[in-house]
């Protein structure tokens, strides 16, 4: 049984760059939601995606957008990279809502450093 | 947004003693989650709580829902060396579907 997988596991970009990071759930799940998580702070929500529509969005700008595929993987797009979006970036899968659960699990996440 | 205090906010303990941890919060939550995360690795899931007064064992932790449903709690006994780490509590308010983290409680056991 797999957990949750992202992708890249490392990523180096400067500023003004855009990036893409990939998400899979665990099986079973169909529901994803990401987060920021600068050193030394707690995990901060970005958005949460059910049935390939967002459905709850934390307090982050537009330059941070996503998307979920049919197959429940996820992907978080950050345009006009900035000094600030330097983080480890992790996503986390859980059951939809009503059907169980509302345990979240987390994958190993992404380190963004952005130069 | 929604505040969760978690104390203490770093422990220093000899390998076998008790650890005690909680998380305090302005509003009514319906779920708590504990969590523990090491260096560079995404937080694993510990305990779940979902309703109030619930007191749940995994191994040598425990974790309780507080009866007001503003705070949980967060017992580690007889400490070991791989307990080192930093643990997060994590609430789901009453509307939405948004967790909310701790600032975390950074444990070091010594040997």
């Known amino acids: 049984d797999a957990g949750v997988t992202q992708s890249p596991t490392h990523l180096i970009k400067t500023r003004g760059q855009q990036v893409t990071l990939r998400c899979s759930p665990k099986?079973?799940?169909?529901?994803v939601s990401w987060y920021q998580q600068a050193l030394g702070q707690g995990p901060q929500f970005i958005f949460q995606y059910y049935e390939e529509e967002e459905r709850q969005r934390g307090n982050f700008p537009d330059r941070f957008s996503g998307h979920q595929f049919p197959n429940y993987s996820s992907e978080l797009n950050v345009n006009a990279l900035l000094l600030g979006d330097s983080a480890l970036y992790l996503c986390?899968?859980?059951?939809?809502?009503?059907?169980?659960?509302?345990?979240?699990?987390f994958g190993p996440g992404t380190r963004l450093t952005v130069l | 947004g929604q505040q969760l205090n978690q104390s203490p906010q770093s422990m220093f303990i000899q390998e076998g003693e008790d650890v005690s941890m909680n998380c305090t919060s302005s509003?009514?939550?319906?779920?708590w989650l504990w969590y523990k995360q090491d260096p560079g690795e995404g937080p694993v899931l510990l305990i779940a709580l979902y309703k109030a007064g619930e007191l749940t064992s995994n191994g040598r932790l425990t974790a309780q829902f507080g009866i007001t449903r503003k705070d949980s709690f967060l017992n580690i006994s007889a400490s070991i060396p791989s307990d080192v780490g930093i643990y997060f509590c994590?609430?789901?308010?009453?509307?939405?579907?948004?967790?909310?983290f701790g600032t975390g409680t950074s444990l070091t056991v010594i040997p």
């Open positions: 099986s079973g799940h169909d529901t």
């Open positions: 986390a899968s859980s059951l939809g809502p009503g059907q169980g659960p509302f345990g979240q699990f």
């Open positions: 509003s009514i939550f319906n779920t």
């Open positions: 994590a609430g789901l308010p009453n509307t939405g579907n948004q967790f909310y």
